[in-house]
């Protein structure tokens, strides 16, 4: 599997059953997605660490 194909496979969105679960490589990676999500959606995230209106 080469580099660019896994990088497409860790870094995504998946929406299933009003359950959105964000994929990142890094920190960063999950940070900036979290931030699209929100920006995108308006909806808030939960996590590990607890709930944000804002990432």
């Known amino acids: ?8 496979e860790v870094c995504k969105i998946s929406e299933v059953h009003n359950f959105t679960s964000i994929y990142g490589s890094s920190v960063d990676e999950l ?4 931030i699209e999500h929100i ?3 308006g909806k808030k995230i939960t996590s590990r660490a607890g709930s944000a209106i804002q990432a």
């Open 39 to 41: 920006m995108n959606t």
């Open 31 to 34: 940070v900036k997605k979290g």
């Open 1 to 8: 599997m080469s580099f660019s194909v896994l990088e497409n």
